[in-house]
């Protein structure tokens, strides 16, 4: 047993932070691989959360800092006050960050740390999502184990010329992203929102059952999900995921359900990141989907036809299958430097 003991939090263990499953999930994917390596971990809550079934661990406001040796920091945006107030609260500990999005160099929450293990940042390939492992886990377990790798079909990264969705294609989770304050200037939000919204409202006349989806979570009534296993058993239930928001095309993806990512940051931001990083094909850029209404929609209808059919499936079965080995690098990596030897 290491001499070693990290507390692991996240953007779901400070009060006016955004608790969502894949914050929870990340966190888990921490525990385990410090767990795994002789090192005893707190995990910590704001108190909202720690009221979730099964959370555990302690409260952030209650935790002591000389009670641990190291301060991890679990995916979200490594940005703003928040992070910061975070970090100087137990700045005597080694501070590590992982699976985190960099958005901005200068930003104080990302500074007050020693090692930042990014899953995305400017300049760098972005690397899959942390809470992917946990994710594909949890989906087998809740469904049975059906995610298989896929026979002869291995040309993913095409999507077909034109298509449209068949009438009656079942039940598509959709998942929007207000907010992301972080991005700034280059937020078009509002806009993708806007316009999305137009092209599912059309959808009712193919008999597509569109259902309003959230990752973030609440433990304290029965609108919102309390825990990650909630929005995975929903997620299994989709014929695909139309999604602004990072986890869910990773929570998608790990549970073998066909998503398609809308990215709404100008330029690209972590949902494209996040594509990128699992050869997903399926997503639209804000310019592309802001462009002239047409092409945009057009678009959309083929990705989603390209989603729910033979190919799409096939090639979220198999990120289903790799799911369970997302952010190894990253998890070896923070274990090495929690167990490196202080000077």
């Given at each position: 047993?290491?001499?070693?003991?990290?507390?692991?939090?996240?953007?779901?263990?400070?009060?006016?932070?955004?608790?969502?499953?894949?914050?929870?999930?990340?966190?888990?994917?921490?525990?385990?691989?410090?767990?795994?390596?002789?090192?005893?971990?707190d995990l910590a809550w704001s108190p909202v959360m720690a009221t979730a079934p099964g959370a555990g661990g302690v409260e952030l406001s209650r935790a002591d800092p000389d009670a641990y040796t190291d301060l991890v920091w679990a995916c979200g945006p490594?940005?703003?006050?928040?992070?910061?107030?975070?970090?100087?609260?137990?700045?005597?500990?080694?501070?590590?960050?992982?699976?985190?999005?960099?958005?901005?160099?200068?930003?104080?929450?990302?500074?007050?740390?020693?090692?930042?293990?990014?899953?995305?940042?400017?300049?760098?390939?972005?690397?899959?999502?942390?809470?992917?492992?946990?994710?594909?886990?949890l989906a087998r377990d809740l469904l049975?184990?059906?995610?298989?790798?896929?026979?002869?079909?291995?040309?993913?990264?095409?999507?077909?010329?034109?298509?449209?969705?068949?009438?009656?294609?079942?039940?598509?989770?959709?998942?929007?992203?207000?907010?992301?304050?972080e991005y700034g200037v280059r937020r078009r939000?509002?806009?993708?929102?806007?316009?999305?919204?137009?092209?599912?409202g059309s959808l009712s006349r193919r008999g597509v059952a569109r259902l309003a989806l959230d990752t973030r979570l609440?433990?304290?009534?029965?609108?919102?999900p309390a825990t990650a296993a909630e929005v995975l058993a929903i997620i299994r239930r989709c014929d695909a995921v139309v999604t602004m928001r990072l986890h869910g095309l990773v929570l998608a993806l790990a549970a073998g359900v066909p998503a398609v990512a809308v990215d709404p940051v100008a330029g690209g931001g972590k949902v494209s990141a996040q594509a990128r990083a699992w050869g997903w094909p399926a997503v639209i850029s804000a310019e592309q989907l802001l462009g002239a209404a047409p092409a945009g929609e057009r678009l959309l209808g083929e990705q989603l036809a390209w989603a729910m059919g033979e190919r799409g499936r096939a090639a979220a079965q198999r990120a289903a299958v790799e799911a369970p080995d997302a952010g190894r690098e990253q998890l070896e990596a923070l274990v090495s430097a929690v167990l490196a030897p202080r000077s």
């Open positions: 047993m290491s001499d070693r003991r990290a507390l692991v939090g996240g953007w779901s263990s400070v009060v006016h932070g955004e608790a969502t499953a894949g914050d929870v999930l990340s966190m888990r994917a921490v525990e385990a691989a410090l767990l795994a390596a002789g090192v005893d971990v490594l940005h703003g006050r928040p992070v910061a107030e975070v970090a100087a609260r137990f700045s005597r500990l080694r501070r590590t960050a992982v699976g985190v999005s960099v958005v901005d160099d200068d930003d104080e929450g990302l500074r007050a740390w020693h090692l930042v293990l990014a899953r995305d940042a400017p300049g760098i390939a972005a690397v899959r999502d942390l809470a992917a492992g946990p994710a594909a886990v049975g184990d059906t995610a298989r790798p896929p026979s002869s079909l291995s040309s993913t990264s095409m999507l077909p010329p034109s298509s449209s969705v068949p009438a009656g294609s079942g039940v598509v989770g959709v998942y929007l992203a207000p907010g992301q304050a939000h509002d806009a993708v929102t806007e316009a999305l919204g137009h092209w599912l609440d433990p304290r009534g029965w609108r919102d």
